[in-house]
DNA sequence: TTCCTTGACATACATTCTGTATGTTTGTTA
DNA sequence: TAACAAACATACAGAATGTATGTCAAGGAA
């Protein structure tokens, strides 16, 4: 077995970040030892610190994948929709889609935010999946809306997305919060008119 | 210095949780050491291990009482409003005043969920600030209103609070924070008997 | 008051984990 | 094939957690 070092490389982390990403999952980070995590992948602690920094980077590695394939889940889900409105309901299905894998949401929205601190993780977001919204955002109310009103929207929104995500993976109804979050989007996009005229 | 037993009891709880509370809030739960915190409430880690069961249950006890501030705080500021989206609104304003006082975000809306897990939290959040919110809704919306939808819906305008107060907490500007939540309650109100009409 | 029990700690210890420093093997290049 | 570098493995130092044991003051009972 005669393997390149590059290869070999790839194997390593990728071994390394899938035993961890388990562990993660099932005990969290602060209980999951890095002596656990090399025993899984089948190599020694050797490699994994050097290959990362120390837990945190191998935290925020996986953490990084894991969004970049909910961004990538997205949009390839997105497809044409008649309406702004519409295209922000097919967005959070796509996005509730996306969190059903299991352990995401644990990864994504509890360890990644306490570890890494809350503006990382949102700067990981908001380069993947808090785009869209965003863009979604402002097809709905105008490009005449107020930009700083659009980004605390999005922001209070895409907050509501992974809470409801979270309800989802710990069993509640998906549909009864697809139907809530069309109520706020139908909301939104009636209302919108009353916030411009104040500030036009 | 002749204390009753009661009164050690309580002057040792309280100056563990006041050192360990200013000690998470600037260093994580994860990176202070239980020396550090015996070590700034001015005992040793025999009264920590005495009081509380471990590292998890001092930051549970201080999460509870933080989170009894804050509910306490909002029933003080709450009186009477002409509306029910004004009282949903003043009830809101109330919550970003009591998650003004520092570390307050962090501790209950970062570290909270991370190590307790977000079944614990919630379940502590629902005891105290968080059925303000439901029976404001349902005010605002009618007693006929479907309950799962309110509840989901308390559930997503909560975590949108939440992350409203982590916005204002890191420098954001609270009025446009908040001016987003009047809309969004605005379209809740004026859209509500759309949904129910579909359901009943 | 005296004795005895219990609560409230303090101290010492065993285990375990993290990060680093050093050693060894394997691939790569000149 | 000789030299070098990357990819590991092993050994070690420091520190932290939780526990077990020891000590001392508080508080009833005789």
Chains 1, 2 share one sequence.
């Not at 659009?150 to 992974?162: E, G, Q, R, V």
């Amino acid at each position: 077995m005669a393997r390149s070092n590059p290869e070999r490389s790839q194997a390593t982390r990728l071994a390394l970040m899938d035993a961890a990403k388990d562990l993660f999952i099932k005990k969290g980070f602060a209980d999951t030892a890095t002596p656990d995590i090399v025993r899984a992948a089948g190599v020694t602690r050797g490699a994994l610190y050097h290959h990362f920094e120390d837990k945190k980077a191998l935290l925020t590695a996986i953490v990084e994948r894991e969004a970049e394939a909910v961004a990538q889940q997205i949009a390839d889900m997105s497809v044409r929709a008649k309406s702004p409105s519409e295209a922000l309901l097919r967005g959070a299905a796509a996005y509730f889609d996306a969190m059903n894998t299991p352990g995401r949401t644990r990864l994504l929205l509890l360890e990644a935010p306490a570890i890494l601190g809350a503006a990382a993780t949102g700067a990981i977001d908001r380069g993947n999946a808090g785009s869209t919204l965003e863009t979604g955002l402002i097809e709905l109310l105008g490009p005449d809306a107020n930009r700083d009103w659009i980004a605390a929207t999005t922001n209070m929104l895409s907050a509501a997305f992974d809470c409801a995500a979270l309800a989802i993976a710990g069993g509640a109804d998906r549909s009864v919060y697809e139907r809530s979050i069309a109520v706020l989007i139908d909301g939104l996009a009636g209302q919108n008119w009353q916030y411009r005229s104040k500030r036009e």
